[in-house]
């Protein structure tokens, strides 16, 4: 079992106290403006999506965006969460066996989906997630609707686009041959401790190669631009695991939740299948 790492510091250790706080940020004035209801016979459209991995009090109502239309398009059999490895702990991607217990009981891990991803370049390394929050943080957002989750969360320490979409090839052709129905969920956030001016600037680059799911621009304009997005990997790797079309939901800084001088901002996208 995978403890919390981060519980108690980016978002609340109590159930009671998460309730609380996830009313807010679906109803924040930047949040999804409602606190939808989960819908089990959903059209189950959604295969992908991008989200930000900050404390709750920052990032979350960016984050609700997402949530909220996944729980009204229903859930699927298993999400696969990648995210940026900040601590440069164990193996470069990696996944893991353990499943993670959080506030609201225990996200188990789909050993099957899991044990098919891992080849090649991805490795079962423990050590890779235990500190890591990009991940973690996620799960409580999942939960809230539907305890009972199954996942595969994946690290991403090196970031390369050969790497990333390697991953992402990996990932699709291991759903393909499961026939289960899985969400690919890419956790980042974008510009970090730049104006707010700037990081609406640049942001905005890197937002229109996602949504043009145009990879190799997208690195070329964090590259040229100098953007500090600490997950494109994982992004990338979602992109390549999806085929469908790409829609973001909402943008906006740290410092539009409150002023401050320098903000991080954050992001939320959805990938719907192509009917």
Do not use: W
């Amino acid at each position: 079992m995978r403890a919390p790492a981060v519980a108690g510091q980016f978002y609340p250790s109590s159930k009671d106290e998460l309730n609380s706080l996830f009313s807010d940020l679906f109803l924040h004035p930047l949040g999804a403006g409602r606190i939808p209801q989960y819908n089990p016979d959903g059209e189950r459209l959604i295969e992908g999506g991008i989200v930000p991995h900050a404390g709750y009090v920052y990032s979350g109502p960016i984050a609700s965006h997402f949530y909220s239309t996944l729980a009204e398009d229903g859930y699927p059999d298993t999400f696969v969460i990648i995210g940026p490895n900040h601590y440069a702990a164990g193996s470069e991607v990696a996944t893991t066996l353990e499943d993670f217990s959080t506030p609201y009981g225990v996200a188990r891990i789909d050993r099957e989906l899991a044990k098919s991803i891992t080849k090649e370049l991805v490795a079962v390394d423990e050590l890779a997630h235990k500190y890591e929050h990009s991940i973690e943080v996620q799960l409580p957002f999942l939960q809230f609707f539907k305890k009972d989750i199954k996942i595969v969360p994946i690290t991403m320490m090196v970031q390369e686009q050969v790497i990333a979409e390697g991953l992402g090839k990996i990932i699709r052709e291991s759903i393909s041959e499961s026939g289960k129905d899985v969400v690919v969920i890419a956790s980042t956030d974008f510009s970090h401790y730049v104006p707010k001016k700037k990081a609406y600037k640049n942001d905005a680059l890197a937002i229109e190669r996602i949504v043009n799911r145009d990879i190799s621009g997208l690195y070329k304009v964090i590259y040229r631009k100098n953007i500090t997005m600490c997950g494109y990997g994982p992004v990338t790797a979602m992109l390549t695991a999806t085929r469908g079309k790409v829609e973001l939901l909402k943008y906006a800084t740290s410092g539009d939740v409150q002023p401050m001088d320098e903000v991080v901002g954050y992001a939320s996208f959805k990938v719907n299948r192509i009917r």
